[in-house]
Every structure is written in C-alpha cells, then in structure tokens.
C-alpha cells in the first residue's frame, strides 16, 4: 500500500496505473480519518468492486464552525494507515491543509477562526473560504437539518468532496448513508456538474446496541453511549408506526420525539421528514421519506436516520450464468403476484434500436449518442407484457436471432449499462417487482428487501447445457468443453470492470445442485413470507 502526502504524488501514482490498465476503475473512500468499521465497510466494498482502492484521509477545516471541535477532532494517521492496509487499501491520500489549499489566507463559514491545519499544535495556515473559488449547493438543501445550525458546513463539504473528485477522478466514490444529507448534496453536485464518478451509498455501520459508528463516539463515556442508543430506539419507533399504516410525519415524528423524551440526558436538536433527494420537508410519504434526528449527548453532536420506504417489496435475485434465474424469477412473480421485470428485454430493445437505425454496436461514441435520445414504456401487467422505445412496440420484434446475437456486445457499453440502471430504478420506484440480473441485487436495487444469489456448481450448469443442447440436436460439444466455457465466463463476469458479478453482503444464497425448478421457487416463496409476509 502507498501512503502521498502530495497532489503531486497522488497525480503520479493514478497516472501511471491507468497507462498500465487501460479503463481502470478507481474506488474512492474519503474520510477525515479516525476510521471505524463503518468507513471500513466502504473501503471493502471499493475493495470489491475496483481495480484500485483509494481512501482520502484529510481534516477538512472548511466544514467545522468556529465553535465545533475542529481543534479536538481525533486524528491518529498511523492506527489508519494501518487499518487501511490490513484491508487491501492501494493507496491513501493523507495531504496536509497547505497542499490542499496552499498558504492562501481563506474566510471559512463566514468567520475568521486561526491555527486550522491538519496538526492543531503545527499552526502554519489561517483557512478562510473566501479567496478559494467556491461551490454553493442550492440554499433548499443547505439550510435545513443539520444546515440550521451550521451554517457554512456543506459549503465546506462541496467544497473539499469537488476537489477530491477532481484530483483523483474515481470510477465511484462511497458514502455512508448516517450522513444522509451530505449525501444527498454530493449526489446533487456531481449530477450538477456532470461529474463522470457514480457516487454510491452504503449501509448505515451500527455498534450492537444499534447505536450508529461514528468518529466522535470516541468522545462518549460508556453511559454516555448506552444513552445515545435511544436515537436508534426512537427510529425504530418511528419505523414501527409507519409500518402499522400511517404514513404522515406527525405521526413518525410524535412517535420519534416521545421515544427520546424519555431519556433526559440526550438533548434532542432536530427531528424532521423529508424527501431523501431533495431534502424538502414531507406531509406524507409517498414513496420514500428520510427520518433523521440530530441530538447532543453531553457536549457531543450525533446523528442518525432511517429510510421510511412506502412501496411494495423488491425480489432482486443475482447469480452466475446458467443457474436457472430466468425461469425460477418468472416463476416467483407469478406465485408471489409480482410483476417480473425483465431486464434482458430492455437490452434487447436497445440492440434493436441500433441495428434498426444502422448505428454500429462498435461504436460506443455512436451508440451513448442513440440511446441519450432515447425513451423506453414498460408495461408492467403480468396479463399483457409489452415494451416500446421510443413509442415504437418492440415486445416481439426484440425476439429476432438478429438482435439475439448481438445483445452481449450492447450490454458491455458502459453507456448502455449506466441508462437502464436508471430505467430499471424507475420501473422498481414503486416495489412490486422481481427482478434478476447480474448486478441487480448489489447496484440496481441495494435496498431490495429480498435479495437471492442463486448459484449452482460448474458441473451441473455445464450438465444442464448439454441436456438443452441435446434437446434442440445441437449437443456437438463435449462436457469438459462446456465446463471449460462457463468457469471462463464466471472469471469474465467476476471480474469485469462493467457491473461485475458480486454476492451482495445481504444475500441469501441458494445452491441449486440437488433442487428442482419447483424446490427453487418454494425456497424463495418462503424466504419472502418469512421476511416479508404472505401478502404484499
């Protein structure tokens, strides 16, 4: 693992790694240190689904008040180094504030506030934020929840996440959802900007208790921590009334203000519903609502939230090539009364748009430039599937051996990829669905409330494509050969840079050697009533 202190290093380092490895993808976890296992969650899944691993370990004074903890915020660069090297970190960026900023005097969150560097006993800069060219989220996000009493503080963040994106130019960058809305100001930014990076949220790291991990718990005594619990209780409860059917904030809220009432020692600052992308505050949930709460426990600020989600369940079933997900999602849709979506039909639609108007599959540049200007209908109806592009019914013509040998090559195009994960996100907003894929549980739908890896050994996959082979006359090749294809496409598919083959951390697996069709289904059946109840 390397460790840079310098812009300069960092450019050096990623340069010569992306002329070695054409289409690198580069993961980046930023911090400001003082890891946990909730930052070491991010950095596994960056581990997992990047070639490099980069985590930023950077103090930004920028975002703390002249009368936050700044000066006090733990730091121990080495406990993270090391931390980063035990799991499989590439490189570390751990600059000091003169690199990132120069020794530029700079007005910070409207205030002048001396001695902010990275080492508080090592007073060499005074960061103002004035004389740096600035981002400016939408005031709407900025002035609410946490903004209300920090004022300046997501200015600081745009400011510090905008330029590490800038230096670094990661394939993804990972956030962890407690700071909910920093992450929904990131993820405005980069849409904003059109910034190519795809920022991804990770699961909420929680202690035992259900108190969530955070930096500044190092500042809590024991009691102290047992008494932050209560901000998880009072979630839940907001989570449980919204469960029983009433979808309004004053109903979640009430339910969430009495629970941390009855803990006097937690001084609760804010409790609010909105919307998790806007931020704007809700009446009723109608789809999804952001709960957060912040609260001082002694002199420590926490925060906290949950996803109120008011739709039906999500099935997302993932798996190798060959395990029978096709036939065993169909079939689970139907027995649950979920609509099936099928994924591979949309990759069809677009293959045959191309080959309709000529444009040649080779040509990535050509095809981002169709599809950017296309618009696909999907019929979500068990009783009559249909799908139109651009207003064109294509549920038969998509059937063709035509686009059926060419819909492998089309699914490679990152351009084609990054378009129907947002049409499938759309079609799933409202839940209702089961859907497969190979990515479809770990990118499309990380919130699934089921989430199967439906898998079977290289043998009995190869057996059981022989025995179709047999049956079409086309069994010309021998076992050992199909053996030899499907463990040389499960690497290709494990390991290529375009949504790559992963089990979900949440995923129930399901071997299929020894089960029928019929076992698969009930298997799954009785997963989601277990989970999920009878009806949906």
Excluded at 106 to 116: E, Q
Excluded at 273 to 282: A, I, K, Q, S
Excluded at 424 to 432: A, H, L, N, P, W
Aim: aromatic residues 6%; hydrophobic residues 40%; proline residues 5%.
């Amino acid at each position: 693992m390397r460790l840079f202190t310098t812009i300069a290093a960092l450019r050096c380092y990623l340069n010569l790694q992306k002329s070695a490895v054409p289409d690198l993808t580069v993961g980046l976890v930023p911090t400001m240190g003082a890891l946990h296992s909730g930052h070491l969650s991010l950095i596994q899944r960056a581990r997992q689904e990047n070639a490099i691993a980069l985590v930023s370990i950077f103090v930004n004074p920028l975002q703390f008040g002249p009368t936050e903890d700044f000066q006090d915020y733990p730091r121990n660069l080495e406990r993270d180094r090391l931390l980063c090297e035990q799991a499989g970190v590439d490189a570390v960026f751990a600059p000091p504030a003169t690199e990132m900023f120069g020794n530029q005097k700079v007005d910070s969150l409207g205030d002048s506030f001396a001695s902010r560097t990275e080492t508080p006993k090592t007073a060499q800069t005074q960061i103002h934020l004035s004389s740096l060219t600035q981002v400016v989220p939408p005031p709407a996000m900025t002035s609410v929840l946490c903004g209300k009493s920090r004022p300046g503080h997501f200015q600081g963040v745009a400011a510090i996440v905008t330029k590490l994106l800038s230096l670094v130019q990661p394939t993804k960058a990972y956030f962890g959802q407690k700071d909910a809305q920093q992450l929904a100001i990131i993820r405005k930014l980069a849409v904003d900007f059109n910034l190519p990076v795809e920022i991804v949220a990770c699961p909420i790291a929680r202690e035992e208790s259900g108190l969530a991990m955070s930096s500044r718990n190092q500042y809590l005594t024991t009691e102290q921590k047992q008494q932050a619990c209560v901000l998880y209780r009072a979630l839940q409860q907001a989570s449980k009334t919204f469960a029983s059917g009433d979808r309004t904030s004053t109903a979640a809220l009430a339910a969430a203000r009495a629970e941390v009432a009855a803990e006097p020692a937690v001084k609760l600052e804010y409790a609010e519903l909105v919307d998790p992308d806007t931020l704007m505050p809700l009446q009723v949930v109608e789809t999804a609502g952001l709960l957060a709460v912040a609260a001082r426990v002694g002199s420590t600020r926490l925060i906290d939230n949950i996803i109120l989600r008011n739709r039906r369940p999500i099935v997302a079933i993932d798996g190798p090539a060959g395990a029978g997900k096709s036939t065993v999602t169909r079939q689970v849709a139907t027995t649950l009364s979920l609509f099936y979506l099928d994924t591979g039909a949309m990759y069809r639609a677009l293959t045959w748009l191309a080959l309709k108007t000529d444009t040649p599959i080779s040509d990535e540049c050509a095809i981002a430039e169709l599809i950017s200007c296309s618009y696909l209908e999907y019929n979500l109806d068990p009783g009559s599937l249909r799908l139109k592009i651009n207003g064109e019914d294509v549920t038969e013509a998509i059937r063709s051996l035509e686009v059926t040998s060419r819909v492998s090559e089309m699914a490679a195009i990152r351009a084609v990829r990054e378009f129907l994960v947002e049409e499938q996100r759309r079609c799933g907003k409202s839940g209702g669905i089961v859907a497969e894929g190979r990515d479809i549980g770990t990118n499309v739908f990380p919130d699934a409330e089921l989430k199967i890896f439906l898998t079977a050994s290289v043998q009995e996959r190869a057996r059981r494509r022989l025995l179709q082979l047999k049956e079409t006359d086309r069994a010309s090749i021998s076992l050992a050969q199909l053996e030899q294809d499907i463990a040389l496409r499960d690497e290709k598919d494990s390991t290529r840079k375009i949504a790559p083959l992963l089990q979900a951390a949440d995923a129930v697996e399901i071997q299929t050697d020894n089960l029928t069709v019929d076992e698969a289904i009930d298997r799954i059946v009785g997963l989601y009533q277990e989970r999920i109840g009878p009806k949906s």
